[in-house]
């Protein structure tokens, strides 16, 4: 056998004659090319090293990906049916547990405190409604497996002991940590990670009584109005085959809407909380920061939060009832109850009656000025605004923030570290399509300013008004400055608002009906209605208003044609007929109480 060294002595000839097989001369004269040509191997090998390793990595993790879908596929095939055994073998018919789950809050509520249902019957009732829903929606990620358990706890409750929310069943957006139950926000990384205790918010929930008894889906990252990962698949919409049920908080909006759930917790940067109601056809509140529902215990896939713009958690309810019910327990919950008590980022929890009771001018806008929002959509506004205005409430039209600076606050602070974050969380993952639109936005940013100037913004600007990241808050001036000066735009819309005397605002709760799915992910304006609420910290809540109609069809022939958002926006309304549109509801920072009640009145208005 050759020994290393002389088969080195020989590396370079073989690469001159291999330089010189494909009419590559060399020179030589004088001096000795033989490190050149070592080097050149090194880079070589090198390359075909880092090109083997990518491609055996891509076939590792394609495999790993596949595996943890075989799995929790299996996992949650296995548990539905023995929670559908246990459904059979109950004394109640299938059309009496329809009736439980038909019942008010109020009525169902009442029910449960004082012993005429017990909570093991309406777990099963509700499990049996969220069997059905998850059938056609892929909605319910896995069940909680103690609910049971807790449910026959909660039977043996003495009366007066019983808490406001005993023996209601409440799902759970997949990312807060229920014991027992993995929380992975759609992602690899995190996909073996089993909760050992529960997260401050599901532990206040069984306090107050209530059992936590699914977990629901959300997008790869919870970064999107896209509700699908590669470890659970997609979500769709209850009243639309094929149809967006909208994100992050997808899963919930999938199973409240379509009636597998009377009450849910999910959570909001951009619309998490709205967006799925407003497309599936029920109500939820985003709060303000610092009244939400705490984060404490909640996975996080892009890392540590974004500084400026908090992510919140909420409820979102089959009604405004339920919705508006479950926000005065917790915010008159006493400290022993608060389980958020640790949390800093939380003020003492307080309903304000005084200002519930208050009746509030409504201020009101249909667009706001970037991209029209689609026909039913503008009807969904104004058909609130008349349905409030029947009920004695003063309206008056009011422009709303300006979109341009909402992005450009936006983008910079929730995109300040250019996602590392997510990147770094991926990098053994397989890349949803829910994610295109955050990648290609940032991939842009970061070409060369000359190429963006010259090139890729010229072009941009030929398809559409909608602007590119134009600047992210990456150092620490930068980002207090911008702070600084989003704080001063804030005042300036609340000014507005002070001479109009606006205290609610009513404007679109989103830009389309529910598009096909698969499509939002790359195509992100839809997020424009949300995203104003959550920079300037204004509560936003979302109610069911109409559907969308045939008369909204034809009006799509006169709908704009000058922007490429424009043409998707037509192309995806198509096939629409009778998807919920919705309307939403904000207030002034810290005036929640107010959103709830208007969310209340457009509910019994009908």
Known sequence: MESDGKVAKEIPGIITDTFKSVGIETISAGFNYTWVYILISILLFSVLGYLTFRVFKYIYVKRKVALLYNENKASMEAASARIQGRIKAMPEDKNRLTEIVSLPWADLTERLRSGSLAATTVLRAYQAAALDVQSKTNSVVCWVENAEAQAKMLDSVPVKERGPLHGVPVSVKECYDVAGTYSTA????????RAEVDCPVVEMV??????????????QVMYSLQCSNPIYGTTT???GEGRECGGSSGGEGALVGGGGSILGLGSDVGGSLRNPPAFCGCYSLKPT????????????GTGA???????VGGFIGQSAAALEAAWRLVWGVDREGNSQRLDTGIIPPRWDQNSYDRKPKIGFYTTDGMIDPAPGCVRAVTEAVEKLKSVGYETVAIKSPDIHDIMFYFNGIVLADLNSGMYKNLSYDLYDSTLNGVVAA????KLPWIIKKLIVNPILSLLTRIPPVVSVFNTSAKLSQSLSSRDEFTRNYLAEMDKLGVDIILCPGQLLPAPPTGELGMFVPPVAPYIPWNVMNFPAGIAPITKWSQEDEESMADYPTDDFAYKMIRQYCKGAEGLPLAVQVVGRPFMDEQVLRILSELERAG
């Open 305 to 311: 939060p974004a500084v400026g713009i908090s992510v």
């Open 206 to 219: 069984k306090k107050l009584g209530g059992v936590p008894f699914c977990k629901t889906n959300v997008p």
């Open 442 to 445: 940032v991939t842009v940013y």
């Open 186 to 193: 759609g992602m690899a990384m995190f996909a073996r990670n």
């Open 289 to 300: 920061a610092g009244r939400h529902l705490s984060q404490l215990g909640v996975v996080a």
């Open 237 to 239: 919409n209850p009243h």
